[in-house]
């Protein structure tokens, strides 16, 4: 057998194992949608005296603080390079799985995303200036045998699916209350 032909199997065993581990799942939202509204939680612990908020992940644990621009020094996370993130991981578990699902190989892919932001909004420099990421571009960098019609398909559905893609194309109501 020819290393393309075991590629193929791999894929098409990968999907099936893909179809057969959500089946369940699918089946038990579809009987009771309410069990699929998830609902998911960050908590971040403020440290004023170091300008940073500390956020437990499943990966341990993220200082974040000030970008450079906004006169942090670079050792913590910045909270926009965070939503970054975020993003290009939620379109990377995404493209893989919706890749799986339409068969298609993917030798190597990689997701970036790059996002502007008016440091002089942040630090109110300049009040007509906003604050926060005013554009967002998510690059897909993919090596695959598969047809423009297929890559196509498969980053509208990746677009689609991308929780966090989704939320960044049409942002949900945020309130803001005190505890």
Not at 76 to 81: L, P, V, Y
């Amino acid at each position: 057998m020819t290393e393309d032909a075991q590629v193929g199997l791999d894929v098409t065993a990968a999907a099936a194992a893909l179809r057969e581990r959500q089946r369940p799942i699918k089946t038990g939202y579809k009987q009771d949608p309410g069990s699929a509204l998830v609902i998911s939680t960050a908590t971040a612990q403020v440290d004023q005296a170091g300008l940073t908020a500390t956020v437990p992940t499943w990966a341990g644990d993220v200082a974040a603080g000030l970008h450079p621009a906004a006169g942090g020094d670079g050792s913590q996370a910045c909270s926009a390079d965070i939503v970054l993130q975020a993003l290009v991981a939620c379109a990377g578990v995404t493209l893989s799985s919706v890749a799986t699902a339409l068969g298609v190989q993917l030798r190597s892919a990689t997701v970036t995303a790059n996002g502007t932001w008016d440091a002089r909004g942040t630090l109110g420099v300049d009040r007509d200036a906003p604050v926060g990421l005013t554009g967002v571009e998510l690059i897909f960098d993919l090596d695959t045998d598969a047809d423009e019609e297929k890559v196509a398909r498969l980053l509208e559905l990746t677009e689609r699916y991308c929780v966090v893609a989704r939320t960044l194309q049409e942002p949900p109501p945020l309130t803001v209350r005190r505890a």
